[in-house]
Every structure is written in C-alpha cells, then in structure tokens.
T-cell receptor, first 112, second 114 residues
Framework: GDSVTQMEGPVTLSEEAFLTINCTYTATGYPSLFWYVQYPGEGLQLLLK?????DKGSNKGFEATYRKETTSFHLEKGSVQVSDSAVYFCALSPGGYQKVTFGTGTKLQVIP | DSGVTQTPKHLITATGQRVTLRCSPR?????VYWYQQSLDQGLQFLIQ???????AKGNILERFSAQQFPDLHSELNLSSLELGDSALYFCASSVDGASTDTQYFGPGTRLTVL
C-alpha cells in the first residue's frame, strides 16, 4: 500500500538557518503530494502541494519539489524563524476519492 | 481559523464510558474526515463521509462509529473506552472529498480516558 516516510525529529535549528525535512513515498501511479503544518495547540493546515512530477510547491518561504525519480518531496526553507516552530507532515494522495496517507510528522524547533 | 468547528475542546471520562465528538465543516464543504492523533501512532485516518454517505474507512475500531447528518455536521461516537483511546481527535472537511482537495482541519478534541 501507499506509505510516506519522514525524517525523525525533533529538528532544532537556530534562527536564520537553512531547513530541510526529508520525505520519501511509496505509491503506485502518480500521486499528489502535500506538506501540512501543525502549530502548537492547533489543527493541521496546508502549507503547500504539488500534483505532478517536477512541480514545485511554495508558500511562506517554504518550497518542495516533486521528484518522481527519487520518490521524494523534501521540504526546504532558506532562513527559518522562531515562528516556524511546529510539526510538519508530509502526505500523499493517490487520486480519485482514496484516502490521504500522512507521514508521522517532524517536529521543528527554532531557537533565537 | 479554518472554519471547521469541533466540540468539546476537552473531554475527560472513565474507562468503559461512551462519548460523542461533534464537528461542523466549513460552509460549502460536503466531505468530512475524522483522524486520531496520538504520541505513539501519529496521525491515523479513521473515516470519511461525503454528503451523508460513508466514502472511505481507515483504522477505525469497531467500538467507534460515525455519521454525517443532513445539515452536514458529523459526530464520532466512541464507546467502551479504554486508556489507549486517549488522544487528540481531529475533524477535517473538504469541498467534495477528492483526495487532491485541501483538507481544512478543526482545532481538535482532546480526549482523556482515566
């Protein structure tokens, strides 16, 4: 079945550091890929998405590129802020009306 | 604010009891999803409804049941509660339930079973 593997956290970075959170997936066909973010005490919210190979999703300075050859969708940000501290979830959608599969989440802590 | 509301925010109950969690989707959204988030299991998909009909089922226990009403709100019923059911329960909604839709999550209900 479909699966999403994220790097284990927590990830601790200093403010203005470069961020990479790795995400790889296993799926048949051509899934859509998502990053959701969960701030402390809140529900998840969509950060960005990509629906086909080589697409780049971007939002709030975050980017991720859909790489079919490496089955990856790594999340990057050039300069993190304290306000980026949250849990980040990679997710996969097989298409149609099938369920979305979420990764286990990666906690990011940014220190001043 | 996602537009999805969940009540109650917190719920504390005892083993063996039954509780009902309620969710109101965003205005215009026809599909509702339920998820369980625990420290050791991560985010687990439980069940999805679309316009009152069950559309997809995930890792939902037989002790749990859900429904979506004609006004599109949804309820998740948890019975014969066990300590291991303590978790955050999220509801999400989307426009028509396609898996490429953005899902909008509510703030969650924190269930503690003592």
């Amino acid at each position: 079945g479909d699966s999403v593997t994220q790097m284990e956290g927590p990830v601790t970075l200093s403010e203005e550091a470069f961020l990479t959170i790795n995400c790889t997936y296993t799926a048949t066909g051509y899934p859509s890929l998502f990053w959701y973010v969960q701030y402390p005490g809140e529900g998840l919210q969509l950060l960005l998405k990509a629906t086909k190979a080589d697409d780049k999703g971007s939002n709030k300075g975050f980017e991720a590129t859909y790489r079919k050859e490496t089955t990856s969708f790594h999340l990057e940000k050039g300069s993190v802020q304290v306000s980026d501290s949250a849990v980040y979830f990679c997710a996969l959608s097989p298409g149609g009306y099938q369920k979305v599969t979420f990764g286990t989440g990666t906690k990011l802590q940014v220190i001043p | 604010d996602s537009g999805v509301t969940q009540t109650p925010k917190h719920l504390i109950t005892a083993t063996g009891q039954r509780v009902t969690l309620r969710c109101s989707p965003r205005s215009g959204d026809l599909s509702v999803y339920w998820y369980q988030q625990s420290l050791d299991q991560g985010l687990q998909f439980l069940i999805q409804y679309y316009n009152g009909e069950e559309r997809a089922k995930g890792n939902i226990l037989e002790r749990f049941s859900a429904q979506q009403f004609p006004d599109l709100h949804s309820e998740l019923n948890l019975s014969s509660l066990e300590l291991g059911d303590s978790a955050l329960y999220f509801c999400a909604s989307s426009v028509d339930g396609a898996s490429t839709d953005t899902q909008y999550f509510g703030p969650g209900t924190r269930l503690t079973v003592l």
